[in-house]
């Protein structure tokens, strides 16, 4: 078997400073980014004793892997506002559209935010 390298290195050096922009964040939401070399980033996800990890998905792209995390991310949050605020029948645009403009601007800044830490340019967002 052939030793295939799925990620360049300079790739590789990217995935991992978008993992470092949201890792204090995602262990909150108990969810571990992994370098495991040439085949790229592994995020384990949903932990569940004793049957393991419910959920692991495989990176080898800086980009894709940010605009991954930040979904993952926004939607975390609005799980806890609709617990917080009684609102868990409500799907998450329509938690967002009960937020005060205040609340969602707050909530939206911080993907600049996981961006500048992250190198990730701001104006390549889609």
């Known amino acids: 078997m052939k ?12 995935c991992q400073k978008v993992a470092d922009a949201y890792a ?6 108990d969810i571990m ?19 393991g990890i419910d959920a692991a998905m495989t990176f080898t792209d800086s980009r894709e892997m940010f ?10 949050q609005l799980i806890r506002i609709a617990e917080e605020l009684h609102m868990e029948n409500m799907d998450d645009d329509a938690i967002f559209d ?6 969602q ?7 600049l935010y996981f961006a500048e830490k992250a190198g990730i340019d701001r104006n390549t967002f889609h």
């Open 3 to 14: 030793n295939e390298i799925y990620i360049t290195e300079e790739e590789s050096k990217k």
């Open 24 to 29: 204090e964040e995602l262990e909150k939401d």
């Open 33 to 51: 980014l992994l370098n495991v070399g040439r085949y790229g980033f592994v995020m384990l996800q949903y932990c569940r004793q004793p049957m």
């Open 67 to 76: 605009h991954f995390l930040w979904e993952e991310w926004f939607i975390g």
């Open 98 to 103: 009960c937020l005060s403009r205040e609340k």
């Open 105 to 111: 601007e707050e909530l939206l800044r911080k993907r």
